[in-house]
């Protein structure tokens, strides 16, 4: 390995990468265990164990609980953040993730856990511009890319605004999702707000997106603004952190 002046556990990491882009390591096929990996290195537990969150947190390897850690057979889907949210997809029928699976080549599907009235959490409630306990329509579902789970998202809907537009208490609210049903209902979508954030899985959170203990997500809490500035709804999505890379194209002009 190289550059003796790194971090024991990076300088593992790094010889890794280089077997799996030189296909020593293919796609699908099963990393080495801890013990392994401890006899081949000289090293201790926690030494290759930070090694391999490295590498999943690089999007090259996935854990799978009772399995063990594989290479994995697809790159991590690139959301852009800048393309996911234009009307031209609501308006072909598509909803975000829809055509971002698409774009990915991936095929999705959507499991919906929950559809019902929820007191709202008070991060919730600053950000809808209610008093927190308030009732407000809750739609949490994970959603899933070639059968492997990828997101839960919670989108926390205004009472008012629910109750006027139907559709958004089914488990499917019909051709372009949620945003495409606000819109036939004259709430025109203005701009989108979101808040990225890091931090480890719950254990609820590891088992619903099939990660390891301790596995990193991201957490991104979305705010979506009306042409009137009222916000129609927050949405708060948790990403398994090593299979998504976020890209925002940003203006420099301005």
């Not at 096929?29 to 401890?38: A, C, F, H, K, T």
Request: glycine residues 8%.
């Amino acid at each position: 390995m190289m550059d003796e002046g790194r971090p024991r556990y990076l300088r593992i990491a790094e010889d890794l990468r280089h077997q799996i882009l030189e296909g020593t390591l293919p796609p699908g096929e099963r990393v080495p265990s801890e013990s392994e990996l401890i006899h081949r290195y000289g090293v201790a537990q926690g030494t290759v164990r930070k090694a391999m969150t490295e590498l999943r947190t690089r999007g090259l390897v996935e854990t799978f609980h009772g399995r063990g850690t594989f290479v994995r057979s697809r790159p991590p889907v690139r959301r852009k953040s800048s393309d996911r949210f234009r009307r031209s997809h609501r308006k072909a029928g598509k909803a975000a993730y829809l055509a971002e699976s698409e774009q990915a080549g991936v095929e999705p599907s959507v499991h919906v856990l929950y559809v019902g009235p929820v007191e709202v959490p008070a991060d919730v409630a600053h950000k809808l511009g209610t008093t927190s306990g308030n009732r407000v329509l809750a739609r949490r579902s994970l959603y899933f890319s070639d059968r492997a789970p990828m997101e839960t998202a919670t989108s926390y809907i205004p009472w008012d605004i629910a109750e006027e537009t139907p559709e958004l208490f089914e488990d499917n609210p019909g051709p372009g999702g949620i945003y495409a049903r606000l819109e036939d209902h004259g709430r025109v979508l203005e701009e989108f707000l979101e808040e990225v954030s890091a931090r480890l899985a719950t254990k609820e959170e590891s088992s619903e997106l099939a990660l390891s203990a301790g596995a990193p997500v991201i957490e991104l809490v979305r705010s979506a603004y009306g042409v009137d500035g009222r916000v129609l709804e927050v949405c708060a999505t948790v990403m398994a952190a090593d299979r998504f890379v976020l890209e925002y194209r940003i203006p420099a002009s301005g």
